[in-house]
Nanobody, 127 residues
């Protein structure tokens, strides 16, 4: 089992950057595929990015490709989401998620594949 705690959210102007962190507890963090999802007010939770347990493969929502980068440091039990060129449409609560499921990356963009979730961190981008 793993517990996840996100940090790094905040208020930023359009065009700015933020780096989100997700600290995981547990002894087998390196075995988990990790992902970031987000939920804007009045909208469903949506996939943002995912990273395999080995960090060799990543997969992104089309609208964040080239702007966001997901990465992990298994020695620190932490996954990151570097967000550049932020847009007001990126405003949402961002959630970290973990799964032991082995699957092709597009499958890992589905929220139901994840067993563990953090509490979320608010990101607000002003225009």
């Amino acid at each position: 089992q793993v517990q996840l705690v996100e940090s790094g959210g905040g208020l930023v102007q359009a065009g700015g950057s933020l780096r989100l962190s997700c600290a995981a507890s547990g002894h087998t963090f390196s075995a988990y595929a990790m992902a970031w999802f987000r939920q804007a007010p009045g909208k469903d939770r949506e996939f943002v990015a995912t990273l395999t347990w080995s960090a060799r493969s990543t997969y992104y929502k089309d609208s964040v490709k080239g702007r966001f980068t997901i990465s992990r440091d298994n020695a620190k039990n932490t996954v990151y989401l570097q967000m550049n060129s932020l847009e007001p449409e990126d405003t949402a609560v961002y959630y970290c998620a973990a799964t032991l499921t082995r699957a092709v990356l597009p499958v890992l963009s589905v929220a139901s594949m994840y067993n563990y979730w953090g509490q979320g961190t608010q990101v607000t981008v002003s225009s």
